[in-house]
């Protein structure tokens, strides 16, 4: 097979991949890694397209060696610590499509690093193959973008939730899905999802963290103490996601969570209906 069909193959499993970038590794003309290798649970925020294709290609070093004098075909230039992992496992060859650039401009913030100059850095020389058909990776870049729905976190205690919290998040829940019935790009996270996962801690931190990744809004529910919560929002801050607090009458709010530029509003209710109005309004002017 040719450089032109391998890459290819690594732009077709971008289209079908949680985030819009597939890669593939390729040792004496045989695919011995890929990035949707179904056997591999994604668990970590690091979980990048060639770091799970390295990994897939790893289970096969008993029948094809190290991955010394492989080739990594990915849809998009590697960032600063893929391209690390590509010289550390000495590949003898490079071929990406879309670059970083395009990355950063078509789907997500990207840190652009000159790879030419890291390459200095391998134990071998690593032959680079640039843009090869760039245009039908940008062009899943741009498609998967478009499809992201417009996402919405509720959060608030879980492991202290009452009934009466509970009852919290399914009318905040009725009260935002009512009002956008007719937008099928959208989706809302409470804590009800959360309680209903079952994976361990070290799972449920990466889930917290992946889903915060693709939020447009924060609306945090802090009638209850949970520390939970704050890593959460802090979280947010860090992706400068806009929050709005709401708390039943009568709750104290840390002065950290007052002082947060992220912060819009702080609404105190009795009945959950009788803000309605306001977290409409916030999602409408945030969204």
Same mark, same amino acid.
């Given at each position: 097979?040719?450089?032109?069909?391998?890459?290819?193959?690594?732009?077709?499993?971008?289209?079908?991949?949680?985030?819009?970038?597939?890669?593939?590794?390729?040792?004496?003309?045989?695919?011995?890694?890929?990035?949707?290798?179904? %056997?591999?649970? /994604?668990? +970590?925020?690091?979980?990048?397209?060639?770091?799970?294709?390295?990994?897939?290609?790893?289970?096969?070093?008993?029948?094809?060696?190290?991955?010394?004098?492989?080739?990594?075909?990915?849809?998009?230039?590697?960032?600063?610590?893929?391209?690390?992992?590509?010289?550390?496992?000495?590949?003898?060859?490079? &071929?990406?499509?879309? %670059?970083?650039?395009?990355?950063?401009?078509?789907?997500?913030? /990207?840190?652009?690093?000159?790879?030419?100059?890291?390459?200095?850095?391998?134990?071998? =020389?690593?032959?680079?193959?640039?843009?090869?058909?760039?245009? =039908?990776? &940008?062009?899943?870049?741009?498609?998967?973008?478009? +499809?992201?729905?417009?996402?919405?976190?509720?959060?608030?205690?879980?492991?202290?939730?009452? /009934?009466?919290?509970?009852?919290?998040?399914?009318?905040?829940?009725?009260?935002?899905? /009512?009002?956008?019935?007719?937008? %099928?790009?959208?989706?809302?996270?409470?804590?009800?999802?959360?309680?209903?996962? %079952?994976?361990?801690?070290?799972?449920?931190?990466?889930?917290?963290?992946?889903?915060?990744?693709?939020?447009?809004?924060?609306?945090?529910?802090?009638?209850?103490?949970?520390?939970?919560?704050?890593?959460?929002?802090?979280?947010? &801050?860090?992706?400068?996601?806009?929050?709005?607090?709401?708390?039943?009458?009568?709750? =104290?709010?840390?002065?950290?969570?007052?002082?947060?530029?992220? &912060?819009?509003?702080?609404?105190?209710?009795?009945?959950?209906? +009788?803000?309605?109005?306001?977290?409409? =309004?916030?999602?409408?002017?945030?969204?």
């Amino acid at each position: 097979m040719t450089d032109e069909q391998y890459i290819d193959i690594a732009i077709e499993i971008s289209k079908t991949a949680k985030y819009p970038y597939g890669a593939i590794v390729v040792k004496n003309g045989k695919i011995i890694g890929r990035s949707d290798d179904k %056997t591999l649970t /994604e668990i +970590s925020m690091y979980s990048h397209a060639e770091l799970e294709a390295i990994e897939s290609a790893s289970k096969n070093k008993n029948l094809y060696g190290d991955l010394k004098g492989a080739t990594m075909y990915v849809s998009c230039e590697p960032c600063m610590m893929c391209m690390g992992a590509i010289l550390y496992e000495e590949f003898d060859k490079l &071929v990406y499509a879309a %670059t970083l650039q395009d990355s950063n401009d078509n789907y997500c913030p /990207e840190m652009i690093t000159n790879i030419d100059e890291l390459a200095n850095y391998s134990k071998n =020389k690593l032959e680079i193959i640039k843009e090869l058909h760039r245009d =039908k990776a &940008v062009e899943v870049l741009k498609n998967h973008k478009d +499809s992201i729905k417009n996402r919405i976190l509720i959060t608030g205690a879980v492991l202290s939730s009452s /009934e009466y919290s509970k009852d919290i998040y399914k009318n905040l829940n009725a009260i935002i899905s /009512e009002y956008y019935s007719k937008n %099928t790009s959208f989706e809302i996270y409470s804590p009800l999802d959360t309680m209903k996962f %079952t994976g361990n801690d070290y799972e449920r931190y990466e889930r917290a963290m992946n889903i915060l990744k693709d939020t447009n809004i924060v609306i945090a529910e802090m009638s209850n103490v949970s520390t939970g919560q704050g890593m959460e929002l802090q979280e947010a &801050v860090r992706l400068n996601i806009p929050i709005l607090v709401i708390a039943k009458s009568g709750c =104290k709010i840390s002065g950290l969570v007052k002082g947060c530029k992220n &912060v819009k509003n702080i609404i105190y209710y009795d009945n959950i209906y +009788s803000i309605k109005n306001e977290i409409l =309004k916030f999602i409408e002017e945030e969204l």
